[in-house]
């Protein structure tokens, strides 16, 4: 057997001027690695009909199977997706009173009279199958382009907004996925690890996969280094994940974490622990992400951003003399911005943050990226120097996960 080839066209001039981020392609290639598929192919074109008949056609040419195309099914003139590719397979464009009874309730249920122009999502390509648009009005399309072509399974079209696209991709699309036959699957796991570079975690894991069946990646990032196993036995693949989760030990996150700061506020909440937190250079970030995750009201009493020297002093009692001998970028600061903190918020637990993220400010003594961290857990306290690379929004972003991580310590 083969393996199931997928080509994914997103069209849009937004998506090539930079003034929309290319969601859709992640959020698919995403989707169907759970069921054991990969986009064997991929490209960003513009709304024009030349551009979408050649892109197809070069899909079509190259081997795909399944073609997705996103974006261009809306009711403007430069929504030319659907009428391009009934033009290139030769189908009649068919009004649908399915879809138009459809439009009206979308129109009615929001007390507005219906655009002539929005008929148009109601013209369906002859013998296409409508996918349901639950939150929009433009409707999918899956075209058995097999009834058209000799070896093509599908062609399927979906709307641009991603917050339309993806549940139908999910409802709609999956579930067409999962009823072809005959195709290879390629299964991939992913572990999700902190606070050892991708360097040392590859040292770890590569000798368990090295000449087997079994193929590995990684990918670093601020939050964590991704480590990418696959293979097309789905039980191998798990018994070989647990391995390797088990050589790395506290370095890896549980199944379902995805970062050390969702891996706080769950340890938290396990042990009915209260947190704040204390942000110089970071500016409210690392109280944001606490807050981006759901339930973290449960542990999360609060934050200071104390930007300033002065308010460092007024607000979490910094002294005088420890900034005006140390700095407020120091140990001793970071350390009684903590203690401090949590004896302010009455936390369980407490981070504290103070350096310099440029892309000024720094000196020959002091540079740029230097950080230093305070973690508390009751009792215990540890606060560590960090010196870190980037720009100024990186710096930032690895010092919230720097935090976190060094937080996750005092659990262990």
Same mark, same amino acid.
């Given at each position: 057997?083969?393996?199931?080839?997928?080509?994914?066209?997103?069209?849009?001039?937004?998506?090539?001027?930079?003034?929309?981020?290319?969601?859709?392609?992640?959020?698919?290639?995403?989707?169907?690695?759970?069921?054991?598929?990969?986009?064997?192919?991929?490209?960003?074109?513009?709304?024009?009909?030349?551009?979408?008949?050649?892109?197809?056609?070069?899909?079509?040419?190259?081997?795909?199977?399944?073609?997705?195309?996103?974006?261009?099914?809306?009711?403007?003139?430069?929504?030319?997706?659907?009428?391009?590719?009934?033009?290139?397979?030769?189908?009649?464009?068919?009004?649908?009173?399915?879809?138009?009874?459809?439009?009206?309730?979308?129109?009615?249920?929001?007390?507005?009279?219906?655009?002539?122009?929005?008929?148009?999502?109601?013209?369906?390509?002859?013998?296409?199958?409508?996918?349901?648009?639950?939150?929009?009005?433009?409707?999918?399309?899956?075209?058995?382009?097999?009834? #058209?072509?000799?070896?093509?399974?599908?062609?399927?079209?979906?709307?641009?907004?991603?917050?339309?696209?993806?549940?139908?991709?999910?409802?709609?699309?999956?579930?067409?996925?999962?009823?072809?036959?005959?195709?290879?699957?390629?299964?991939?796991?992913?572990?999700?690890?902190?606070?050892?570079?991708?360097?040392?975690?590859?040292?770890?894991?590569?000798?368990?996969?090295?000449?087997?069946?079994?193929?590995?990646?990684?990918?670093?990032?601020?939050?964590?280094?991704?480590?990418?196993?696959?293979?097309?036995?789905?039980?191998?693949?798990?018994?070989?994940?647990?391995?390797?989760?088990?050589?790395?030990?506290?370095?890896?996150? #549980?199944?379902?974490?995805?970062?050390?700061?969702?891996?706080?506020?769950?340890?938290?909440?396990? #042990?009915?622990?209260?947190?704040?937190?204390?942000?110089?250079?970071?500016?409210?970030?690392?109280?944001?992400?606490?807050?981006?995750?759901?339930?973290?009201?449960?542990?999360?009493?609060?934050?200071?951003?104390?930007?300033?020297?002065?308010?460092?002093?007024?607000?979490? #009692?910094?002294?005088?003399?420890?900034?005006?001998?140390?700095?407020?970028?120091?140990?001793?600061?970071?350390?009684?911005?903590?203690?401090?903190?949590?004896?302010?918020?009455?936390?369980?637990?407490?981070?504290?943050?103070?350096?310099?993220?440029?892309?000024?400010?720094?000196?020959?003594?002091?540079?740029?990226?230097?950080?230093?961290?305070?973690?508390?857990?009751?009792?215990?306290?540890?606060?560590?120097?960090?010196?870190?690379?980037?720009?100024?929004?990186?710096?930032?972003?690895?010092?919230?996960?720097?935090?976190?991580?060094?937080?996750?310590?005092?659990?262990?």
């Amino acid at each position: 057997m083969s393996q199931l080839k997928i080509a994914v066209i997103c069209i849009g001039d937004e998506l090539l001027k930079g003034f929309t981020v290319n969601t859709n392609l992640t959020d698919i290639g995403s989707e169907l690695l759970q069921l054991g598929l990969i986009i064997n192919n991929a490209s960003v074109i513009p709304d024009t009909t030349e551009m979408i008949q050649n892109s197809t056609t070069n899909m079509v040419d190259s081997g795909m199977d399944v073609i997705i195309l996103t974006g261009g099914l809306g009711p403007t003139v430069d929504d030319l997706t659907k009428e391009t590719i009934a033009e290139l397979f030769k189908l009649k464009l068919i009004m649908s009173e399915k879809v138009v009874a459809t439009l009206k309730l979308y129109w009615n249920n929001r007390n507005r009279s219906m655009p002539e122009a929005v008929l148009d999502q109601a013209l369906i390509p002859e013998g296409a199958e409508i996918l349901p648009n639950d939150v929009g009005t433009a409707p999918g399309l899956l075209i058995h382009a097999s009834d #058209h072509h000799p070896r093509l399974p599908a062609i399927i079209l979906l709307p641009g907004p991603p917050s339309e696209m993806n549940p139908m991709f999910k409802n709609y699309v999956i579930p067409y996925l999962s009823t072809l036959k005959g195709y290879d699957k390629l299964f991939t796991n992913t572990i999700y690890t902190t606070g050892l570079p991708e360097s040392i975690i590859e040292e770890k894991t590569l000798p368990l996969i090295k000449n087997s069946i079994f193929s590995i990646a990684y990918c670093a990032s601020p939050e964590a280094v991704k480590v990418y196993i696959s293979s097309s036995d789905r039980d191998q693949l798990n018994s070989k994940t647990d391995e390797l989760r088990e050589r790395l030990g506290e370095f890896a996150l #549980h199944q379902g974490i995805t970062d050390s700061i969702q891996a706080v506020v769950n340890y938290c909440k396990q #042990h009915d622990l209260t947190l704040s937190v204390a942000e110089s250079c970071t500016g409210g970030l690392i109280a944001a992400a606490i807050t981006d995750i759901p339930g973290a009201s449960q542990i999360f009493k609060g934050g200071v951003v104390s930007y300033s020297n002065e308010w460092k002093n007024q607000i979490l #009692h910094v002294s005088e003399e420890t900034i005006n001998k140390f700095g407020a970028v120091s140990y001793e600061c970071a350390e009684e911005m903590v203690t401090n903190l949590c004896n302010y918020y009455k936390t369980d637990l407490g981070i504290s943050i103070t350096g310099i993220a440029g892309p000024a400010g720094g000196t020959p003594e002091k540079p740029v990226g230097l950080i230093y961290i305070g973690a508390k857990l009751n009792d215990k306290i540890v606060i560590k120097q960090f010196n870190l690379s980037g720009d100024r929004n990186r710096v930032r972003q690895r010092t919230v996960y720097a935090a976190a991580n060094l937080l996750k310590t005092l659990f262990l």
